[in-house]
């Protein structure tokens, strides 16, 4: 298990936001946890320095392509790219340096999975190149995956089947819990344990982290199968809750 980086990218900067209050109806609801002067190639060459892999670049909404390959040029190889990936342009991400793609609202239609769309997705890049993104929320006691910047359900519900069906078509999963996702509360230790019960192939949380306890809570309920990524509580983005020496340290010792 370890700590894996992050790159969020709204309007061309690097930011920590509450992504449930991320609108395609503008921003005016928008909460900003922490926007950086520094730049997006500045974070992944910090992260290739320390030998954090693994990590993904999200870009939030349009416009973010240039800060994104900024990114991609620092570490070539080094992140996972999402946000907007399709069936024209997922190639050209991997070729412009990014390990994998990361997708969620491509692959599904009508709130299910589109398996056609999937399976094209799959033979364009490659299983081993693709990343889905299973972000979910909890209704009526059932984790479902939410699209569309999180702001739609889905009829799909993470379960053990779900996830051994679908690992036929990725190599990874990235999982936020939306519901804590931003907030610095903590992580959703249901979600995490469900994870490292059920998940066949490597599997990301994200979402909640406060401080360093929380990846030794992860570890524990994700039985040691389950990777975290901590955002807004880094210092790096703002936040007073963990240190990045820290997470550096937790993967040094981890590795041991």
Not at 61 to 80: D, F, H, T
Not at 112 to 131: F, P, S, Y
Request: charged share 25%; hydrophobic share 40%; aromatic share 8%.
């Amino acid at each position: 298990m370890k700590i894996r980086p992050c790159i969020d990218i709204h309007g061309g900067k690097v930011k920590q936001i509450v992504g449930s209050t991320l609108s395609d109806t503008g921003a005016n609801m928008l909460t900003e946890n922490f926007v950086s002067e520094k730049s997006p190639g500045y974070y992944a060459l910090l992260f290739k320095k320390h030998g954090l892999t693994g990590g993904h670049i999200i870009m939030l909404g349009p416009g973010n392509e240039k800060a994104a390959l900024e990114a991609l040029s620092a570490w070539p190889g080094g992140m996972q790219i999402g946000g907007g990936i399709n069936l024209e342009n997922a190639r050209y991400w991997i070729n412009r340096g990014a390990s994998h793609v990361i997708v969620t609202s491509l692959v599904f239609h009508n709130g299910r999975i589109d398996m056609e769309r999937l399976t094209a997705l799959t033979n364009i890049v490659g299983k081993n190149r693709l990343v889905l993104d299973l972000s979910c929320r909890k209704m009526d006691g059932r984790y479902l995956v939410v699209t569309d910047r999180w702001q739609n359900f889905t009829e799909e519900e993470i379960t053990g089947e779900a996830l051994h069906r679908l690992s036929g078509y990725c190599s990874e999963f990235l999982v936020h819990g939306v519901d804590v996702e931003g907030r610095c509360r903590g992580v959703d230790s249901e979600l995490v344990e469900m994870l490292g019960e059920m998940s066949p192939i490597p599997t990301t949380y994200a979402g909640g982290a406060r401080s360093i306890d929380d990846a030794f809570k992860v570890r524990e309920k994700g039985k040691g199968r389950i990777d975290l990524t901590i955002g807004s509580a880094l210092d790096i983005f703002g936040g007073t809750g963990v240190l990045f020496e820290e997470i550096v340290r937790f993967n040094r010792e981890s590795a041991r």
